[in-house]
Nanobody, 119 residues
Framework: QPQLVESGGGSVQAGGSLRLSCKAP???????????KNWYRQAPGKERELVAS???????HYADAVQGRFTISRDNTKRTIYLQMNSLKPEDTGVYYC??????????WGRGTLVAVSS
């Protein structure tokens, strides 16, 4: 089962920055550009929530809580998407998951990477 691989999580103090990466397997190279690519997060005791998306045309969408602080981007040649997170807050703590959604609605997920922000 092909799987996305996240990296870049860690512990940081409030106000700091982290950059998450998510690499897709070579097996989905043919559909990489057409997939919508998303970052979700799940805080302890809470539901998984959508943080940021980037669509086929490069259009982006952000949750209100991260607007202006987080930036999602992609590098099609590397089959990789990124989430640059600045001005981190303790409430940004959680496991961050990479997701690809095909135009037909099929989902592919990574196993997640932990982000811990201390005050």
């Amino acid at each position: 089962q092909p799987q996305l691989v996240e990296s870049g999580g860690g512990s940081v103090q409030a106000g700091g920055s982290l950059r998450l990466s998510c690499k897709a397997p070579r097996t989905i190279l043919s559909v990489f550009t057409s997939n919508t690519k998303n970052w979700y997060r799940q805080a302890p005791g809470k539901e998984r929530e959508l943080v940021a998306s980037i669509g086929y045309g490069g259009n982006t969408h952000y949750a209100d809580a991260v607007q202006g602080r987080f930036t999602i981007s992609r590098d099609n040649t590397k089959r990789t998407i990124y989430l640059q997170m600045n001005s981190l807050k303790p409430e940004d703590t959680g496991v961050y998951y990479c997701n690809h959604r095909s135009p037909s609605g099929d989902d592919m997920w990574g196993r997640g990477t932990l982000v811990a922000v201390s005050s």
